[in-house]
């Protein structure tokens, strides 16, 4: 076979795109890369709608369909990977029946894997007060936890924290400790042995989770699970080269400082506009 025969038969793939509302989908993204190295990335931060867990339903279901709609428009993407909680668990069937012909991966809390590993039964969510309150999230607690004792914990300031700190920031522990303190349960002997955490942004302080936590605990990120869905998803095509052209971060602002360009720059990826 010549190398133009070659190149032409060679096919041409489709982007993944990775959404979340600021850098926390990186922690996905990461996983994603692994798993599906033949294939270009887009990264979106939608940081002008940071954080989302303040906002009112209505008004971030409503930006996240129109931001998606002008996403897909533009970049074609193969399939979207919503990795934020807040976002999926909210607006997650929004989308599915607003764009019928893109695949869409969502990112929910891990409780079902939680109840099969706990041995204590007491486990412990970490998430935005967004994803808290979502009626989604207590259908997963009644469906797969039922046998467990689920506390669910919102964090008004763990995301902010992150970014902080996957920047470079300094993040204090008394500020840490505080907002994973009420993750802790000790009940009839028993203590929580499994913390959920159900933010894409909070691996980012993982290390210092497991530094400050009163005992040792297995603190669930699900990035990779979202990662291998994604794979599944997506046909695996032996012998396809890395296309050119993506591999690019957009943020929503438009204002990307030095720190988070040299940030994208550590996974990988250039700094486009929206």
Same mark, same amino acid.
């Given at each position: 076979?010549?190398?133009? /025969?070659?190149?032409? &038969?060679? +096919?041409?793939?489709?982007?993944?795109?990775?959404?979340?509302?600021?850098?926390?989908?990186?922690?996905?993204?990461?996983?994603?890369?692994?798993?599906? +190295?033949?294939?270009?990335?887009?990264? &979106?931060?939608?940081?002008?709608?940071?954080?989302?867990?303040?906002?009112?339903?209505?008004?971030?279901?409503?930006?996240?369909?129109?931001?998606? !709609?002008?996403?897909?428009?533009?970049?074609? @993407?193969?399939?979207?990977?919503?990795?934020? #909680?807040? =976002?999926?668990?909210?607006?997650?069937?929004?989308?599915? =029946?607003?764009? +019928?012909?893109?695949?869409?991966?969502?990112?929910? +809390?891990?409780?079902?894997?939680?109840?099969?590993?706990?041995?204590?039964?007491?486990?412990? &969510? %970490?998430?935005?007060?967004?994803?808290?309150?979502?009626?989604? /999230?207590?259908?997963?607690?009644?469906?797969?936890?039922?046998?467990?004792?689920?506390?669910?914990?919102?964090?008004? #300031?763990?995301?902010?924290?992150?970014?902080?700190?996957?920047?470079?920031? @300094?993040?204090?522990?008394?500020?840490? %400790?505080?907002?994973?303190?009420?993750?802790?349960?000790?009940?009839?002997?028993?203590?929580?042995?499994?913390?959920?955490?159900?933010?894409?942004?909070?691996?980012?302080?993982?290390?210092?989770?497991?530094?400050?936590?009163?005992?040792?605990?297995?603190?669930?990120?699900?990035?990779?699970?979202? =990662?291998?869905?994604?794979?599944?998803?997506?046909?695996?095509?032996?012998?396809?080269?890395?296309?050119? !052209?993506?591999?690019?971060?957009?943020?929503?602002? !438009?204002?990307?400082?030095? /720190?988070?360009?040299?940030?994208?720059?550590?996974?990988?990826?250039?700094?486009?506009?929206?």
């Amino acid at each position: 076979m010549t190398a133009t /025969t070659r190149d032409m &038969v060679q +096919p041409t793939l489709k982007p993944v795109l990775v959404l979340d509302s600021g850098i926390g989908g990186l922690t996905v993204l990461r996983e994603a890369r692994v798993l599906m +190295p033949e294939r270009g990335f887009i990264y &979106v931060a939608d940081d002008a709608g940071f954080p989302y867990g303040g906002w009112e339903e209505s008004a971030l279901t409503e930006r996240l369909l129109a931001l998606f !709609g002008r996403l897909i428009e533009t970049h074609q @993407p193969e399939i979207c990977i919503v990795a934020c #909680n807040t =976002a999926f668990t909210l607006a997650g069937a929004a989308l599915r =029946a607003k764009f +019928p012909d893109m695949t869409f991966v969502g990112t929910v +809390p891990a409780i079902k894997p939680a109840a099969e590993r706990t041995r204590s039964g007491l486990v412990s &969510v %970490l998430a935005t007060p967004g994803t808290v309150k979502r009626a989604y /999230t207590r259908d997963l607690i009644q469906s797969f936890a039922s046998q467990c004792h689920v506390r669910l914990v919102g964090s008004e #300031n763990l995301a902010r924290m992150s970014e902080a700190w996957i920047r470079g920031e @300094p993040v204090s522990d008394e500020a840490v %400790l505080a907002e994973i303190s009420p993750c802790f349960i000790e009940a009839d002997g028993k203590r929580t042995d499994i913390v959920v955490l159900a933010c894409t942004h909070y691996p980012f302080l993982a290390n210092v989770f497991r530094r400050l936590a009163p005992w040792p605990v297995d603190w669930l990120d699900p990035a990779e699970a979202i =990662a291998r869905q994604a794979r599944r998803k997506v046909e695996l095509i032996h012998g396809a080269e890395h296309p050119d !052209g993506f591999d690019f971060a957009i943020f929503t602002s !438009g204002q990307v400082d030095f /720190t988070t360009r040299r940030l994208m720059q550590g996974f990988g990826l250039k700094i486009a506009t929206s």
